[in-house]
């Protein structure tokens, strides 16, 4: 699987203006379809057979109080705060304007 990741590049966590960027991004993702992965190795994302997690489902959150969670059950789940958000990209070599499930990156 590969990424686009020009949606939005790997960030700087404590800047204002990258903060501002995934909130408005996150926001337009409430309601959708995503999937939310943790990877032990950010080189290779989801390529390797390293330790990662991914959860699909639909976003739920507020970009008012910065957190957001994906809900199947009471055992699959992810909750998350912008600010662990370093990377979201899309499944295939897709442009953005695809819109094709987003993968949110978290730490």
């Known amino acids: 699987m590969d990424f686009d990741k020009s949606f939005i590049s790997q ?32 080189e290779d994302l989801r390529h390797n057979f390293e330790p990662q997690i991914s959860v699909q489902g639909k976003l739920e959150g507020s970009a008012k109080t910065g957190r957001f969670r994906v809900l199947l059950n009471d055992d699959t789940y992810s909750y998350f705060y912008d600010d662990n958000v370093w990377l979201i990209g899309y499944d295939g070599a897709q442009n953005v304007t695809d819109k094709k499930r987003p993968v949110i990156f978290i730490d």
């Open 11 to 42: 960030v700087d966590q404590t800047k204002q203006e990258d903060r501002e960027d995934r909130l408005k991004h996150l926001s337009n993702f409430i309601g959708k379809t995503v999937c939310v992965s943790w990877v032990k190795n950010q």
